[in-house]
C-alpha cells in the first residue's frame, strides 16, 4: 500500500508543480474536517509550522451555530484563536482533488501551545497515553455504513430531502450485481482512498436497499481514527463528484433499517494480543474480561460519545441488528458487545452500539476509559448471553433517548475521573444544545398526525 507522504515528498512535488494546495484541517466535535486550503509553496515556505483558526471551531453545532453554555469560548471572551499545528504524520495526497494534498492538524492553545483537552485528537491520544504507562497498545477497526442515493446532494436538498429514493430497489446485503451498478461511486472510493495510504480492505452491499460499508484494516486508534474520518469525508466528496449524494445519518427513514459504525477493539503487548489467553474461556484474558467487563458496566456513562444526535436513538429497536441491551455474547450480533475470534489470536471485542454519525476519536476515547476502568477495578465479567438479547428483559437497556444518555454522562462520576471534568461538561452542553434545538423544531410527523385531527 502506498505510504503517507514525507515532508520532503511535498517539497518535491511542490517545487515540480505536482502539488499545489494543500488543505491544513482539524477535527471537530462532530467528526467533520475543517481549515484551510494553503497555496503549497506558502505551506512548505512556513505554514508548515503553525497557523490558526477560531476557537469557535470546537463550540459549534451541524449547522455552525454559536451556542452558548461552553467555558472553552464564548462571546463574553471575544472569540479567539486557536492554533493549528499540522501533525505531518498524517501528510498525504487527495487523489480525487487535482494537485492537492492534506495533512491533520492538532489543536493548541494560541498562549501556552498545550493542547486543548476537548479536541476530539487530543482526547485520544490521552486515552493512549494511559495505555501506553501499563504497556499497552489499543488496537482499533471501525465498520463504515452509509446509504447512497440516486441524486445529488444539490438536487435533495432543493426538493426539501423528500421522495428521496436510494441508488438501488432492493436489499444489496453482500449482492455482487447491485453493487456492480453502484462501482461508479465505490471503486474510486476504494481505489482514490487507498492510494491515499487509507488501508482500506473493501466494500460491500449491506441491509437495505442503497446501504454501503466500507471496511477499513485496523490499526492504532489514532490511526484508525483518522482513516475514518478521512474515508467518510472521501465518501461525500466522491460521491458528490459522480452526481450522487451519501448520508451517514443513522435512520434516514423510519421504514428502513438505520447504518452503524460498529468498533472492534484489542489491547496489545510486546506486538501481541493481550487479549487473547489459549487458556481463557473462549480464549479471552483476564486483561480482555475486566476490559470488556468495563464497558458493560458504564453503557449508560459513555453513549452520548457513541450516539451523539436525537436521531442516533432512532436506531436502537428490536430486529434491526442495532442493539438495545448492554450484554456480552460470542458471535451474537444481537447483543451491543460481540466477541469475535473466539478461541484465536485475533480476538476482540466489537463494541455495536455506534451509529454512522458517531466522531470515532470520542467514541474510542469513551471506550477505552469504561475498558480501562474494568480493568483498574478487577471487574468481573458476567455470563456470556444466549439467543436473542432483544429478549432479555433482566439485562440493563442501552439509553434510549439523547436526553436520558446526556443527563447520565452529567452526574457520571466514572466518565469525570477517566476523561476530565473540563471534557465531560463540555460534551454535555454539546448534547443539550442538540436536544434543545430539536425541542423547538415542529416536525412532520407532529403536522401529518394533528393538523386536521387535533
Known sequence: MPTPMTFEDLKSATAEGRIDTVLACIVDMQGRLMGKR????????????????????????????????????????????????PDLATLRPVPWLEGTAMVLCDILDHHT???????????????????????????????LEFFLFAKSFEELRKGGYRDMQPISAYNE????????KEEAVLRPVRNHLYAM????????????AGQEELNIRYAEALACADHHTLAKHAVKEIAWQQGHAVTFLPKWDTARVGSSSHVHL??????????????????????????VAGLIAHVPDFTVFLAPYVNSYKRFAKGTFAPTKAVWSVDNRTAAFRLVGEGTKAVRIETRIGGSDMNPYLAISALLAAGLAGVEAGLELPGAH???????????????TLRGATETLRTSRIMRDELGDDVVDHYVRCAEWEQEEFDRAVTDWEIARGFERA
Not at 131 to 141: D, F, Q, Y
Not at 197 to 208: L, M, R
Not at 391 to 397: H, I
Open 38 to 85: 494553503f497555496v503549497a509553496q506558502h505551506f512548505v515556505d512556513s505554514a508548515w509550522e503553525e497557523t490558526h483558526c477560531c476557537d469557535y471551531l470546537l463550540a459549534t453545532d451541524l449547522e455552525m451555530a454559536t451556542p452558548d453554555g461552553y467555558a472553552t469560548t464564548s462571546w463574553e471572551q471575544g472569540y479567539g484563536d486557536y492554533v493549528m499545528k
Open 113 to 143: 501551545h498545550e493542547e486543548i483537552s476537548v479536541s476530539p485528537r487530543a482526547m485520544l491520544k490521552r486515552q493512549m497515553s494511559r495505555c501506553a504507562a501499563i504497556g499497552l497498545t489499543p488496537i482499533t477497526a471501525t465498520e
Open 173 to 180: 446485503d453482500y449482492n455482487i450485481f447491485q453493487t456492480t
Open 197 to 208: 495510504g487509507v488501508p482500506v480492505e473493501g466494500t460491500k452491499g449491506e441491509a437495505e
Open 266 to 291: 484489542s489491547l496489545w503487548k510486546d506486538g501481541e494480543n493481550a487479549f487473547f489467553d489459549p487458556d481463557g474461556a473462549h480464549g479471552m484474558s483476564t486483561l480482555m474480561q475486566q476490559f
Open 386 to 400: 444466549s439467543g436473542d438479547a432483544y429478549d432479555a428483559n433482566d439485562a440493563p437497556s442501552i439509553p434510549s
